[in-house]
């Protein structure tokens, strides 16, 4: 049986104002893009819901209209929502399509590994005790591939690297105060990131809690290279644990190794690789293909008013395809 499976940061799919380009005009680029993906389980980010005039609630109109006359128009589909279950978020929403029925979906946030409480040390006054919560949840899926088999599906959108706010250590939304206030922000961002990182480690090692030869993948934008800490954290490599009988527990890390590139974003001429597709040893035994459509990639560094005409995404696609008994 093959399975193809497909990560993609859309970038803010639905209509935005400014100088933005038309969700019309980008369709047409977002569908051939996903076309040549033939994913049987494709997971996107960045999904925009729309508000729905008749019943006011948020409904994910743009990527009905990106999929309408696709193979992908007739998958199911499983979405994040808000903190408190009340419809779908306004911006950055998970997707996850499938050709095969899902068992089961749920929303991790900050539900495995509570806020963290801090104190912030560079504003006057000093402001009381805050916590510190993910700024997006996670998506969990049981794909069921017939057979009595299952697919443990992990989506996810890491934080980026970017200072997170600080209360009073800004004079403008773009300029800090201080090199220290930033470095704070900084900081905060740091421990968003790898703190969300600590719960999809939480929820893998769950699944195996049930079964110790679970089918699992985790697949996303990860905002972080291979080596670097959100990634290391979820990968579990039993160099790190150093403890070789919970390797079964450990995630491979899939990436082209015909000399192709493997980068999905470029930033400032750097080619980076931030988004990835982490499986369990029992699906990458069953791996034959890895593809990162990222040829015709765009740095994003480049200016605000160029980047907000471009009809695609910044990040490149990646698909992986397994055989499976």
């Given at each position: 049986m093959r399975l193809r499976l497909a990560t993609f940061n859309i970038e803010n799919l639905g209509p935005r104002s400014g100088t933005h380009l038309p969700l019309a005009v980008r369709l047409?680029?977002?569908?051939?893009?996903?076309?040549?993906?033939?994913?049987?389980?494709?997971?996107?980010q960045e999904v925009n819901a729309q508000i729905n005039r008749s019943s006011k609630e948020r409904k994910l109109q743009a990527l009905g209209q990106l999929l309408d006359g696709t193979d992908y128009a007739n998958f199911k589909c499983a979405a994040t929502c808000r903190r408190d279950g009340d419809g779908l978020l306004d911006i950055h929403n998970l997707a996850v399509l499938s050709r095969w029925p899902i068992r089961q979906q749920r929303q991790i946030w900050n539900t495995l590994v509570p806020p963290s409480t801090y104190h912030p040390v560079r504003t006057t006054p000093a402001p009381e005790e805050s916590d510190i919560c993910w700024d997006r949840p996670v998506l969990y899926v049981e794909v069921d591939l017939g057979q009595a088999q299952s697919l443990h599906l992990i989506s996810l959108h890491l934080r980026a690297p970017r200072a997170a706010y600080v209360p009073g250590a800004k004079l403008t939304s773009t300029t800090w105060k201080s090199v220290s206030g930033w470095a704070e922000g900084f900081f905060l961002a740091a421990m968003k990131q790898v703190g969300q990182a600590l719960e999809i480690r939480m929820?893998?090692?769950?699944?195996?809690?049930?079964?110790?030869?679970?089918?699992?993948?985790v697949a996303g934008d990860f905002n972080a290279g291979i080596h670097e800490m959100p990634v290391r954290l979820i990968r579990a490599h039993p160099q790190?644990?150093?403890?070789?009988?919970?390797?079964?527990?450990?995630?491979?890390?899939?990436?082209?190794?015909?000399?192709?590139?493997?980068h999905t974003l470029l930033h400032g001429h750097r080619r980076l690789a931030l988004d990835h597709v982490l499986v369990s040893s029992s699906l990458a035994a069953n791996c034959r293909k890895i593809a990162i459509d990222n040829l015709a990639l765009l740095d994003e560094a480049?200016?605000?008013?160029?980047?907000?005409?471009?009809?695609?995404?910044?990040?490149?696609?990646?698909?992986?395809e397994f055989e499976l008994s």
């Open positions: 047409p680029t977002l569908r051939a893009q996903l076309a040549s993906l033939e994913a049987d389980i494709l997971c996107l929820l893998v090692d769950s699944i195996f809690d049930g079964d110790a030869k679970a089918r699992v993948a790190d644990t150093g403890n070789a009988s919970l390797g079964y527990r450990a995630l491979v890390p899939l990436a082209p190794d015909d000399g192709a590139p493997a480049e200016p605000d008013w160029l980047g907000a005409r471009r009809p695609g995404s910044y990040h490149a696609p990646v698909v992986v």
